[in-house]
């Protein structure tokens, strides 16, 4: 086994209030050692590339500290996390349409 699943959290159903959408498992991955194995903690994150875009702007609006993150842009990044899932949803029925068609 490659590595054992610790938790899972799927803020694709739930959504974080900010918007932010992915879904994460915290893993333990086999370290195997001369004579033991240990195992490290790692996270997965899996998002569609619309998810990354997002959540890269997001990180950088909000930690960057050379300007103020303002409500005004947490607002923006909410409108723009539903666009994004929006934009998701329809490119995934457009290939669904095209696996259908095969």
């Not at 803020?11 to 050692?33: A, C, E, F, Q």
């Not at 998810?51 to 890269?56: H, T």
Request: glycine share 0%.
């Amino acid at each position: 086994k490659l590595f054992k699943i610790k938790e899972e959290t799927d803020y694709i159903t739930n959504p974080k209030d900010s918007g932010y959408i992915s879904y994460h498992m915290n893993v333990l991955v086999p370290l195997r050692l001369q004579e033991r194995v240990e195992y490290i903690e790692a996270e997965i994150q899996i998002r569609t590339i619309a998810m990354d875009f997002w959540a890269s702007l997001e990180h950088q609006l909000r930690y960057k500290k050379d300007f103020d993150y303002t409500d005004d842009m947490a607002k923006e990044l909410q409108d723009c996390a539903v666009l994004s899932a929006q934009l998701d949803a329809r490119m995934d029925s457009l290939r669904q349409r095209v696996e259908n068609q095969k």
